[in-house]
Structures are given as C-alpha cells and as structure tokens.
C-alpha cells in the first residue's frame, strides 16, 4: 500500500490550543476577571516584581497568583506570603503553559472573585511567546543586563506582548545598556507595545506600571 497522510503536528496543535485560549478568554469576561501573563528570562526580577505589585495594588483590587515553574515551589512560598491566593503550577518539565494548563491552574486557584489573576510564566524568552494562555494581555520584563538587543534575538517574544517592562534600571550606568535603543528595537518588533523603564528594587518606575494594571483590569471589566 503506497498511500499514506502528512499531518502538520504543530499547526494542529496550535490550532486546538487557540480555540481553547478563546474559549478560556470567553470564561474570564464572563466573570469579570482579568488575567495577565508575565513573562521572561530567569533572574529579570519577575516575581520581585510581581511582589512589589501585589504590595501597592492588593488594598483595591483582589489579586490571586499562578506560579508556574518546572519544578519547586520557591516563588509560590514568596508570593503567598504577601497575603494573595497563590497556586504553584509544576509543568512536568515543559518549558511553557498553554492555554489547557492555563485553565486547569486557575480551576486549582479557585479565586473566582479575584479582580486581577496573575500568570507568572516559566523563565524563558522563547517557548511561553508560541503558545496563547488565553490571557487578556501579556507582559514581559527586559533587565537591563540582558541587553538592549534582546527584542532583536527574540522576536516572537516582543511581537506578542502587550507591555515590556525594562527592569534592574538603577544598574543601566555599569552596563552598556541604551534605552533609546531598547525603545527603538521593541517598537521595530512591535509599534504597539508600551515600554515602560522600572527598578523594582527601589520603586522608580512602578507608579506608571500600577495604572497601566489598573486601567487594563477597568477597561476588561467595562468593556
């Protein structure tokens, strides 16, 4: 018998996880509930960050926290100490969540009243950008000594953010590190895309990246 199928294994794949990030999406307008997706390398500050967040925010909003990693609970034993409902995702060595994961974590967290669910991603620039969560918006931290480059060699990464915060900024002058520049490669990748310049170690920045949160979570919850 000489007849045989070709099936494009990743077209279906990433076809059936799409239906299921709208249908995910569709669940969360329902009830009101925003989702973000935060996203980077290791070591950007992403659940400083996310610390730094949940301490300004928490009083207005109702926030809950995915964490997802490969393997430990670290960041999850961080954040649940800040007083969020927390839940620690273990992929089983896969370096990304899709959108089933996705569902089945917040299905886990149980925080249907949350007003803002929080999506700390596995720490990588490459496999969380290919797969669709089904969050409201992405968000992913550049740290300044990664480079200003980093939206050259990643591309799919910045093409699929909606916010890029720049990160460790109160280290740029030891680094070659040009904002201008950073500002020029993200936009190149993406013109829509705010980039906003932070520290969260010390605060500069965060104000800016606060409203930004609050005027998504408004925008989802009114719209």
């Keep these: 018998m000489d007849e045989y199928k070709i099936l494009e294994i ?3 794949v990433f076809a059936d996880n799409d239906r299921e990030a709208d249908a995910l999406r569709a669940s969360l307008k329902e009830r009101s509930q925003f989702l973000l997706n935060l996203m980077s390398s290791p070591g950007s500050g992403k659940t400083t960050t996310l610390s730094r967040t949940i301490e300004a925010l928490g009083d207005e909003l109702a926030l809950a926290v995915m964490e997802a990693d490969i393997d430990s609970d670290v960041d999850a034993a961080t954040i649940a100490k800040l007083g969020a409902k927390t839940i620690q995702l273990h992929t089983g060595g ?3 969540l899709d959108a089933g994961m996705c569902a089945q974590g917040l299905e886990g967290l149980a925080a249907d009243d949350a007003d803002l669910v929080f999506l700390e991603n596995v720490g990588n620039l490459v496999c969380p950008a290919e797969f669709d969560t089904g969050a409201c918006k992405n968000a992913c931290i550049l740290s300044v000594p990664e480079g200003d480059d980093k939206p050259l060699k990643y591309p799919l990464m910045f093409q699929v953010v ?3 915060l720049v990160n460790k900024m109160d280290v740029a002058p ?4 040009d904002l201008d520049k950073c500002r020029a490669n993200v936009a190149m990748r993406n013109p829509n895309a705010r980039v906003i310049p932070i520290c ?4 500069e920045g965060m104000d800016e990246w606060y409203q930004w949160l609050r005027d998504q979570v408004s925008a989802w919850k009114t719209a």
């Design 10 to 12: 990743k077209e279906s």
């Design 94 to 96: 896969m370096c990304h």
């Design 162 to 164: 909606d916010v890029v």
């Design 174 to 177: 030891y680094f070659d590190f």
């Design 200 to 203: 969260a170690k010390t605060g």
